[in-house]
């Protein structure tokens, strides 16, 4: 399976401020999503962005890929508290017919009030 | 509202006996997976399975046995074998598309735990 991995592996800002974490991985991929989980909770999907698009904006999130550099950005913008939870990013490509994306071990983000 | 369940949402295991975690998903996906969670780590992929009565073992499927004998679930059993059970377990739907175009849905989780 592809390895890779988010960093930082914590962050720890202040409300209003933005937060900005990696993905790197190391064969080439169709696609990389990036998903947030809640503390005891399952992961919840935030965005998509295909290996032939640079960036994907959805509110107050932007995704930036380089496949040149096999590396994923996400930044969160205007931080809340709200938006404290682990950030995860699955690296997805298709073998024989199936995808299995495979997660990094995610950033902990921590937004102070 | 569609969505996938889990079912407990904890477990407690004794030693040497085999629990079943259950996975329900009422999205008509095609595909099902069960991850592992350890604290501070990512999440590994035990087993999936793409259509009924077929399924794949992921990374870590030693200790680990599942059926799909219905589209809708996708139980994981986790048997005695298993030397170190106590974690997070989720499972996951999505469509089976090569490309992964869609992302997946994921259930709120089983915590097992031995004691």
């Known amino acids: 399976s592809q390895q890779g991995e988010e960093d930082p592996q914590a962050l720890s800002i202040q409300e209003g401020e933005n937060a900005t974490m990696n993905c790197s991985y190391k064969t080439s991929i169709n696609n990389l999503q990036w998903y947030r989980q809640n503390s005891g909770r399952g992961l919840v999907h935030l965005i998509l962005?295909?290996?032939?698009?640079r960036e994907k904006h959805s509110g107050r999130l932007r995704v930036t890929l380089d496949t040149s550099k096999k590396s994923s950005s996400l930044l969160i913008t205007a931080s809340r508290a709200a938006d404290t939870a682990s950030y995860f990013c699955?690296?997805?490509?298709?073998?024989?017919?199936?995808?299995?994306?495979?997660f990094g071990r995610g950033t902990s983000l921590i937004v102070h009030p | 509202d569609g969505g996938i369940t889990q079912s407990p949402k904890y477990l407690f295991r004794k030693e040497g006996q085999n629990v079943t975690l259950s996975c329900e998903q009422n999205?008509?996906?095609?595909?099902m997976y069960w991850y592992r969670q350890d604290p501070g780590q990512g999440l590994r992929l035990i087993y999936y399975s793409q259509i009924v009565n077929d399924f794949q073992k992921g990374d870590i499927a030693e200790g680990y046995s599942v059926s799909r004998e219905k589209k809708e679930s996708f139980p994981l059993t986790v048997t005695s074998a298993q030397k170190n059970p106590t974690a997070f377990y989720l499972c996951a739907s999505s469509i089976n598309l090569p490309d992964g175009l869609y992302g997946y849905t994921f259930g709120s989780g089983t915590r097992l735990t031995v004691v």
């Open positions: 962005i295909r290996s032939n698009e």
């Open positions: 699955a690296r997805g490509n298709a073998s024989g017919g199936s995808y299995i994306p495979t």
């Open positions: 999205l008509n996906h095609d595909a």
